[in-house]
Structure formats: structure tokens, C-alpha cells
Nanobody
Framework: VQLVESGGGLVQPGGSQRLSCAVSGWKSDPYVVAWFRQVPGKEREGVSCISASGAATSYADSVKGRFAISRDNAENTVYLQMNNLKPEDTAVYYC??????????????????WGQGTQVTVSS
């Protein structure tokens, strides 16, 4: 299974950005996909998760009301729409997956496959 993130870059505070995570290698069913982020010197933080069907989502308190996760299973792609970005959102963003259908208890140590990460920088 391979994951490839795209869509990172420099954005001004208050701006918006959409990240994409293209997944390949699932044999039949899609599975849960989660977004994480990490800044140097800090642990990887869970940002959002979406169930295999897309019916259930979960968000970290720090991004609730500003970020929205969605997926297109026909394209095997998961999106993270980020609005009202703040400087503290600056990080490398990773998408990840495992063999589960639901997001309950999603954490970095539960994920098996990871993308290479994409840098998001929020700065004026």
C-alpha cells in the first residue's frame, strides 16, 4: 500500500489550503485514512480521521470547525480541507492507513502505511 500526499505550501494566516492523499494498493475494500502532523522536536499529532465508507469522521480539538476531511473512494483519494489557517498549523502533514474500517482510537502507533509528508507553512 502506498500513500502520496500533495497540496502543501505557503499560505497566509486566515487562508485556506486543501491537501490530497492518493492511496494505491488496496486489493478490494477501502480502509480508514487519517491525517497527522509533526513539527520538529514534537510528537506526531493526530489531526483527523475518516472511516472507510466516509460516513464517520473525527477531528482534533485544535482543528474542529476549521478543517474538513472527505474521501472519494472511486478515486482512492482522501482530502483535508483546511480553512482559517493559523501559524500554529505549520507542520509536515502525513496521511496514513491501516486495515481497519473505523477511526476509533486512531493514533500514529496504530497506523501501518504512511505517506512521505507534505510541508504546510502558515506565515505572512
Amino acid at each position: 500500500v502506498q500513500l502520496v500526499e500533495s497540496g502543501g505550501g505557503l499560505v497566509q494566516p486566515g487562508g485556506s489550503q486543501r491537501l490530497s492523499c492518493a492511496v494505491s494498493g488496496w486489493k478490494s475494500d477501502p480502509y480508514v485514512v487519517a491525517w497527522f502532523r509533526q513539527v520538529p522536536g514534537k510528537e506526531r499529532e493526530g489531526v483527523s480521521c475518516i472511516s472507510a465508507s466516509g460516513a464517520a469522521t473525527s477531528y482534533a480539538d485544535s482543528v474542529k470547525g476549521r478543517f474538513a476531511i472527505s474521501r472519494d473512494n472511486a478515486e482512492n483519494t482522501v482530502y483535508l480541507q483546511m480553512n482559517n489557517l493559523k501559524p500554529e498549523d505549520t507542520a509536515v502533514y502525513y496521511c496514513a492507513t491501516n486495515w481497519n474500517y473505523y477511526c476509533s482510537g486512531y493514533a500514529s502507533h496504530n497506523m501501518i502505511y504512511w505517506g512521505q509528508g507534505t510541508q504546510v507553512t502558515v506565515s505572512s
